[in-house]
């Protein structure tokens, strides 16, 4: 199971960190990230991170967002720093294992002055 929160409401230029702890069994080899889907578009892979760490980050957001996770936690950050209206979708944090993908309930952001 994986819960998801930090979404809401900033304005155009302010940051945001979102975190998904992920509970029940969990395989040491993983990879954990997130996903975003605005109203009426696919839902784009925005970051992962390896269980070693070793990141993939979108060209849209390099840059701009950090992502990062505690092994210890089971949790996996995104910090997003100056970001723009077009940031603004339904954030799904997920995690792949020897057993599969499983996702969080998605949290909104909304970038809006």
């Known amino acids: 199971q994986l819960q998801a929160s930090g979404g809401g409401l900033v304005q155009p230029g302010g940051s945001l960190r979102l975190s998904c702890v992920a509970s029940g069994t969990i395989f040491s080899f993983n990879v954990m990230g997130w996903y975003r889907q605005a109203p009426g578009k696919r839902r784009d892979l925005v970051a992962s991170?390896?269980?070693?760490?070793?990141?993939n980050i979108a060209h849209s957001v390099k840059g701009r967002f950090t992502i990062s996770r505690d092994n210890a936690k089971n949790t996996v950050y995104l910090e997003m720093s100056s970001l723009r209206p077009e940031d603004t979708a339904v954030y799904y944090c997920?995690?792949?294992?020897?057993?599969?993908?499983?996702w969080g309930q998605g949290t909104q952001v909304t970038v809006s002055s």
């Open positions: 991170i390896t269980h070693i760490g070793s990141t």
């Open positions: 997920y995690i792949i294992d020897n057993l599969g993908t499983y």
